[in-house]
């Protein structure tokens, strides 16, 4: 029987990807563990292995394809002593695969492959099983989550799938007819977008320009991504602002001398820290100290984490990235700068993997390598704070009741009021204010 090969879902969250490059052709034998494909999602590159032995039969999506939705048909493999020909016929339902072909058989490699909950293939609308005789009702497993959510009955739906199986479309066709009888919203769905204020259209937007005075750039994967995710953010999340400054020149002065006594390898030294470096350290500290700001905010309940892992915001060629340091709390500061270092490098190649970028408990956004004073950064959900660094410039201050001269960095956090009140933010910022004005705390 043909195998089907279909666009796996490399991410808990990636919906299409961009069939980047074939590592095979048709005809090619290939067994479990080979390397067949390279996928582009919005903000890394990844290989695709094969599950299945087999020969390339068909190669249905050339290389260089994007958008290839997740779950999408993309190639056919006969299986052994199967005529290939034969095989190669059998495409199936492909223009449609993305709805209704099963789960893929390709993988990421086991070095690539996400440690986050089930992915999102596995909430496509991909059936599992088809409905039969008897009592027992077959649909896809997003059908059968939506009816849950919506409190529509299996039973009543007429499934129009292949052999009659219940599908997404048969749910919220349901939905739908219900309003209508009852004259109420039905509940909300997972399907259902939250409502958003109308925007104006791309021909609204360009007829206030002079034809010809522009060019016109398509977004990218990445540059999508990152705008629905911030407006998500903004329309779901109530923000509010805290601001500090902190003095930096003992935190300066340790720098120094700590890089100062760098072990050399090759003539080059192991490590040299940033204020940066010193800055996530900082943020995990205090939120292991204030452990009710480490949260995140679900509608049934607060997710209290046991760790604090700080994402960091890295500007790569299109937008940014948030890889995430893991556990920052319990690691020195080399280990933290050698991470961020190879993190950020591998992040401007587009290597990370998504459990590198995905998840986190909160983030630092630095713009001070700019000059930028202060600024208010957009949380991350789903984070409940992020913490804006401006830059350390000297400043004239009082000290001891007499003017002098420090360097002050300005910091601001937002946090999602839902989860972090006022005074509980303003706590964790005075921890991180201590650690950033005494880092010698950050090394005990």
């Keep these: 029987m043909p195998i089907h090969i279909t666009m796996p879902a490399l991410s808990p969250t990636m919906e299409e990807g961009n069939l980047s490059k074939w590592l095979v052709k048709e005809g090619d034998s290939v067994a479990p563990g080979d390397v067949i494909a390279e996928i582009e999602t919005d903000k890394a590159t990844m290989e695709v292995e094969a599950v299945d032995e087999g020969v390339v039969a068909k190669i249905l999506v050339p290389e260089g394809t994007e958008g290839v939705k997740v779950n ?25 695969a993305s709805a209704e072909t099963p789960a893929p058989v390709a993988s990421p490699t086991p070095s690539e492959a996400s440690p986050a909950p089930a992915p999102a293939a596995a909430q496509s609308d991909a059936p599992d099983k088809s409905r039969s005789e008897g009592s027992r009702i077959f649909s896809s497993p997003l059908a059968r989550r939506l009816a849950a959510e919506a409190g529509i009955d ?34 909300a769905t997972a399907a259902a977008a939250a ?23 398509p ?31 003992d935190l300066l002065a340790l720098r120094a001398q700590i890089n100062g006594s760098a072990p050399m390898v090759d003539g080059k030294p192991i490590f040299k820290l940033s204020v940066n470096d010193f800055v996530i350290k900082a943020m995990a500290l205090a939120l292991r100290d204030v452990p009710d700001a480490n949260a995140s905010w679900t509608s049934s309940n607060m997710v209290r984490h046991h760790h604090s892992d700080v994402g960091v915001a890295v500007s790569i060629p299109g937008g940014l990235i948030t890889p995430i340091v893991r556990k920052a709390e319990l690691k020195t500061l080399s280990v933290i700068s050698n991470e961020m270092k190879d993190m950020a490098a591998r992040a401007r190649e587009r290597k990370l993997q998504p459990q590198e970028y995905q998840g986190g408990t909160t ?8 000059g930028i004073r ?16 401006g830059a350390g410039e000297q400043r004239p201050v009082v000290k001891d009741g007499a003017l002098a001269v420090a360097t ?25 204010k201590s650690y950033i004005e005494k880092p010698i705390g950050m090394l005990v």
Excluded: W
């Design 154 to 187: 299996l039973a009543s739906v007429s499934g129009s799938g292949p052999h009659g199986r219940v599908v997404k479309r048969d749910i919220e066709a349901a939905v739908a007819n219900a309003e209508t009888a009852t004259g109420k919203a039905a509940p």
């Design 72 to 96: 999408a048909l993309i190639a056919i493999l006969a299986a052994e002593g199967e005529d290939v020909s034969a095989a190669a016929a059998d495409t199936g339902s492909a223009e449609t």
């Design 374 to 389: 202060n600024f208010s950064a957009v949380i991350n959900p789903p984070h409940a704070t992020i913490l804006a660094v």
């Design 363 to 370: 983030a630092v956004s630095n713009l001070g390598m700019f």
């Design 408 to 432: 002050i960095m300005s910091v601001t956090l937002s946090t999602d009021h839902r989860a972090v009140d006022g005074a509980l933010g303003a706590q964790l910022l005075g921890a991180f």
């Design 195 to 217: 409502p958003v204020a109308s925007a104006p259209s791309d021909e609204q937007t360009l007829k206030l320009f002079e034809e010809g005075s522009y060019d016109l750039i």
């Design 219 to 249: 977004h990218d994967g990445m540059r999508k991504t990152i705008a629905k995710r911030l407006v998500e953010s903004k329309q779901t999340v109530p923000h509010f602002y805290l601001t500090v400054d902190c003095d930096l020149d």
